[in-house]
């Protein structure tokens, strides 16, 4: 007899056990829990003829944006290709995005997974995938949409209603919907004290909006609430990071870093020392504080050993400068040179979105990175501002874009263009709500230019 998912959807095994282990690794994946891998084997232990048990194990390959784990995303395919002849519809469609998201045609992946929410629109799973790709790929609006799609037909006695909330706050916030988004987070805070990705979506508002102070206790109050979490408890701590560095306490953002988000004897670093989202949290935060004149010491190497160990790995277009961040700090032109030909070659080979958005982003991003640590800053700045309108679509959020901003505003006041001061400083000042004269990266620039 099949058995239900969270929402009451039907799930091809007739094991009890693999259904119940199934639900358990969707909850995990919801709430950034660190069982997820467990939950999962106990998953296809316990039936593994389960076609969207596979799927679910090849999802998460593909979510570490890593391409060593892509192979065993490519083993799960294969066995739930031969599996799901006996499943429904549902598990067939996500068969096929599992399929499309290998290849790298992600305009597909998402559309498959619009297509499952129009039919299923509790299926928690694809509005979570949806939404993360969606941000990944720099459309808000997206995200968005398939929230307020699905809002008529979830409830607070579902599974994932908190999910659902945290994903309506996150969606809000970057369409600039301040009011709507801290609103919608909070209320699934109220659900899920534990939930991650809603204590994340109301930090952004508070630092969009220059509230540093009632940041740092919105995420100290829920903190003690995060056992068992990811290392998107690295990113809570970096965005704790963000709002001690406007107010100028780089001491405490080096202890944060230290012994939180680049703490490299926790546990989470070890199991995965080079996850895109830690080295994002790490070369960002270093890159800013260095520009106010810390010494942050020797904490690029650890960095850029792992940069250069990941050399033509493109699956992640917005990491690819934050691998050459390190890499230029450390003054390893020729592996930073090597790098931006790894990429050339991915943009002109890989015929995928990613390596339009490599060609078009990542790599003219990355090679200013470069010319600016060799004294470069004129060139620097001609190779980015192409980029600057579309870095966008290399995802990440505008507090993540920022340190790109920031990148190139360096570049244009070293470089003595005033038109490309200006150009940054006003593209910054209409998406951001704190003036750029009130902001840490900025202000010098901003009282200097006027």
Known sequence: MPHSDLHGLPLSTTSVAAADAFNKTVLSYLRYRTDISSNLQLTLAADPDFALGHVLKGYLMMLSFKQANVPAAVGALEAASGLVGRADGREKA???ALRHWIDGDLDRTLAVWEQILEEHPRDVLALRLHHFNAF?????GAMAREVEKALPCYGSDLAGWGTLLACRCFAHEELGNYTLAESAGR?????DKGDLWAAHAVAHILEMQGRAGE???WLAGLEPHWEGGNNLKHHLWWHRGLYHFERGEFDTVLDLY????RNLASPLVEAQPDLYIDIQNASSMLFRLERQGVDVGERWIEIADKAEARIGDCLSPFTLPHWMMALAATRRFDAGGRAL?????????AGTLNARLVADYALPVSEAILLRAKGEPAAATRVMRPAIGGMYRLGGS????????QLFLDCAVAAGSNDDVALILARVAGRHPVPPERRMGYKHAARTLS
């Open 94 to 96: 996500h068969a096929a």
């Open 136 to 140: 990944w790929l720099g459309r808000p």
């Open 187 to 191: 209320d699934a805070i109220d659900v």
């Open 215 to 217: 940041g740092i206790d």
């Open 258 to 261: 230290d012994r939180h988000f």
């Open 341 to 349: 030909e790894a990429m050339r070659a991915y943009a002109t080979t």
């Open 398 to 405: 505008h507090a993540q874009q920022d340190v790109l901003e």
